[in-house]
């Protein structure tokens, strides 16, 4: 079974800085596929961002951008120029290729995000 | 608003009893999937259906449990003689599935879930 470790309960930043968010996994799988969700107070899960485990370059979506390191197991979250709009939890996940089989994501316990005006 | 919407957002209930959740998902998703999430916790994946068939269910729904899609569209989960231990938020998330291929597109679209407290 595949499992999501996120050791870091919270973190915080000062607007306009740069954090960045850790996470380790382990699978025996040699595809896959990682996700960063973010959840606020509203409690709606949304995608941040994606990879593939195939690809070697890191993903990048506007201020989000990962560090892959698939020999290592790593899959950290950087965001850049932080906004008071990022505060929240973010999950890291894991989720198995799709061949007909169900796409279920394994979360990890997630890290609380604070952002300093 | 065309998405996935859950009600009721809270439900308190005393020990015992039996409650009812219901998911509406995005109208041209056949894939529906529920999720627990406890305090401090990530979401655990429950069980999910495409269209109506229930294809699978994690260990961590009990008999008490119970799930349905009739005709492939919106889904109810039934918890039976609450526990204490049930108190979660409990989640759901459609997503449209092109067939048999291998793909990182099918995106999950999640609710904002149903907050259960159980007294």
């Known amino acids: 079974a595949q499992t999501v470790t996120q050791s870091q309960p919270e973190m915080s930043v000062q607007e306009a800085e740069t954090v960045t968010l850790s996470c380790t996994y382990d699978?025996?799988?040699?595809?896959?596929?990682l996700f960063w969700y973010k959840q606020p107070p509203s409690r709606q899960m949304i995608l941040v961002i994606r990879q593939e485990a195939y690809k070697q370059q890191n993903a990048t979506e506007n201020r989000f951008s990962v560090n892959f390191q698939k020999a290592a197991k790593s899959f950290s979250l950087k965001i850049s120029d932080s906004q008071l709009g990022d505060a929240a939890m973010y999950f890291c996940?894991?989720?198995?290729?799709?061949?007909?089989?169900?796409?279920?994501?394994?979360f990890g316990k997630g890290i609380t995000l604070s952002v300093r005006p | 608003d065309t998405g996935v919407s859950q009600d009721p957002r809270h439900k308190i209930t005393k020990r015992g009893q039996n409650v009812t959740f219901r998911c509406d998902p995005i109208s041209e998703h056949n894939r529906l999937y529920w999720y627990r999430q406890t305090l401090g916790q990530g979401p655990e994946f429950l069980t999910y259906?495409?269209?109506?068939?229930?294809?699978?269910k994690s260990r961590l729904l009990s008999d008490r449990f119970s799930a349905e899609r009739p005709k492939g569209s919106f889904s109810t989960l039934e918890i039976q003689r609450t526990e204490q231990g049930d108190s979660a938020m409990y989640l759901c998330?459609?997503?449209?599935?092109?067939?048999?291929?291998?793909?990182?597109?099918?995106?999950?679209?999640f609710g904002s879930g149903t907050q259960l407290s159980v007294l």
């Open positions: 998330a459609s997503s449209s599935w092109g067939g048999d291929k291998i793909t990182v597109e099918e995106k999950l679209f």
């Open positions: 259906f495409q269209n109506e068939a229930q294809l699978e």
């Open positions: 699978t025996s799988e040699s595809d896959y596929y």
């Open positions: 996940a894991y989720r198995s290729p799709v061949t007909g089989a169900n796409s279920k994501l394994t």
